[in-house]
């Protein structure tokens, strides 16, 4: 007889991939390297999924399914509203990236991305860096963001933050009238490869920077480098800035937060940063704080990859492509005062439209 608890994990599996309308899950498992990934394909109708490859310590499995299917679906929105020809798909590796992986796990996973034979292509997202793509990219084809020595366009992650960096410039410009962000109050939550060149930018343009994160390191090193004041992980949400950025894991923006910060706009690089979508953006309006959708103002990274993937890598397109989120974003809000709705709704709406288009497109061809 059947474990009743093994069907009721079924079901629950099949039930979040039918809500989320996922086309395919991979589950990739290896005994020799411990290897426990997950491989989420959300839509591939305008093109195949492409979606970064994140490693974390994952408290649970469970949490590392939720996590990855939140994240794929996103990724087929960012890819359908920047405009590429690109489906939406992440993966996950459940473990420690300071301390777990290794060459042999990471070309591991690359035979499981291989096997998908084009459907999925991975590239780098938490806790891989370049090296590490290098490694995946040494057992399939289907892997981007390689480094510049192997052809690639390399870190996508400058690309991100630039591309924050112009949809925080239309949010200021927005509540503000100016888009200039000299002066402005600024709260950085998580400061790794994309959270710094964010810094980065906004320390140029001199704005008044909070930074916090879970690795002392990390804030040593960025305090070392910036003129920034560093708080503790929970403090960040306290303070009196004009902006919270994001830019660490998701589902920071949830009851709690919302009834601490004092911030007029969010705009910031995590993934999915609602805790959830529609109640949470609709929180955000009644509050009246403006919030800039994650899967459009990040989406510089995988423009990056784009490029490569389309083998017509070009640094100076690039960074045109990604500076347009400044006027993709600026017509988003207008969309969403016109409308009346919140923008995280705007923006699901235009990428979804493109969606549907071109789907019924492909089908009358």
């Known amino acids: 007889m059947e474990n009743t608890l093994d069907i009721l994990n079924e079901v629950s599996i099949f039930e979040q991939l039918a809500e989320k309308e996922h086309e395919q899950v991979v589950f990739c498992y290896d005994k020799h390297t411990g290897l426990?990934?997950?491989?989420?394909?959300?839509?591939?109708?305008?093109?195949?999924?492409?979606?970064?490859?994140?490693?974390?310590?994952y408290a649970t499995e469970a949490q590392a399914l939720q996590d990855v299917l939140r994240l794929s679906r996103g990724m087929t929105l960012k890819n359908a509203i920047a405009g590429l020809n690109l489906g939406g798909g992440k993966a996950v590796i459940?473990?420690?990236?300071?301390?777990?992986?290794?060459?042999?796990?990471?070309?591991?996973?690359?035979?499981?991305?291989k096997n998908l034979n084009g459907k999925y292509i991975t590239a780098e997202d938490v806790g891989i860096n370049t090296k590490d793509i290098e490694y995946v990219a040494m057992e399939t084809q289907y892997v981007s963001g390689k480094p510049e020595s192997m052809g690639g366009?390399?870190?996508?992650?400058?690309?991100?933050?630039?591309?924050?960096?112009?949809?925080?410039?239309?949010?200021?410009?927005?509540?503000?009238?100016?888009?200039?962000?000299?002066?402005?109050?600024?709260?950085?939550?998580?400061?790794?490869?994309?959270?710094?060149?964010?810094?980065?930018?906004l320390h140029e343009e001199g704005a008044t920077i909070f930074v916090t994160d879970i690795y002392e390191d990390r804030l040593k090193e960025i305090s070392q480098k910036y003129k920034v004041k560093v708080v503790s992980p929970d403090e960040i949400y306290d303070l009196d800035v004009d902006i919270y950025a994001p830019c660490a894991l998701g589902a920071?923006?949830?009851?709690?937060?919302?009834?601490?910060?004092?911030?007029?706009?969010?705009?910031?690089?995590?993934?999915?940063?609602?805790?959830?979508?529609?109640?949470?953006?609709?929180?955000?309006?009644?509050?009246?704080?403006?919030?800039?959708?994650?899967f459009l103002i990040n989406s510089g990274g995988i423009i990056n990859v784009y490029y490569e993937i389309i083998q017509n890598y070009n640094r100076k397109k690039v960074l045109e492509h990604t500076e347009r989120i400044y006027d993709y974003t600026l017509n988003l809000f207008k969309k969403a005062q016109a409308e009346n709705i919140n923008t995280h709704e705007a923006a699901v709406q235009i990428a979804l439209k493109r969606i549907n288009d071109i789907g019924r497109m492909k089908m009358n061809n």
């Open 252 to 294: 920071t923006i949830n009851d709690n937060t919302l009834n601490r910060l004092k911030c007029s706009i969010i705009a910031g690089a995590a993934n999915n940063q609602l805790k959830e979508e529609k109640y949470h953006a609709d929180l955000c309006r009644e509050k009246g704080i403006l919030y800039a959708p994650d």
């Open 94 to 113: 459940i473990g420690d990236a300071r301390k777990d992986k290794s060459e042999v796990l990471l070309r591991t996973f690359g035979k499981f991305v």
């Open 36 to 57: 426990k990934a997950i491989i989420a394909i959300h839509n591939t109708v305008l093109g195949p999924a492409a979606g970064g490859l994140r490693m974390w310590n």
């Open 153 to 201: 366009g390399g870190d996508p992650s400058p690309f991100t933050a630039f591309g924050v960096f112009m949809g925080m410039k239309a949010a200021v410009k927005t509540v503000f009238g100016k888009d200039s962000l000299t002066g402005k109050k600024v709260a950085v939550q998580g400061v790794g490869h994309v959270g710094e060149h964010l810094v980065k930018h």
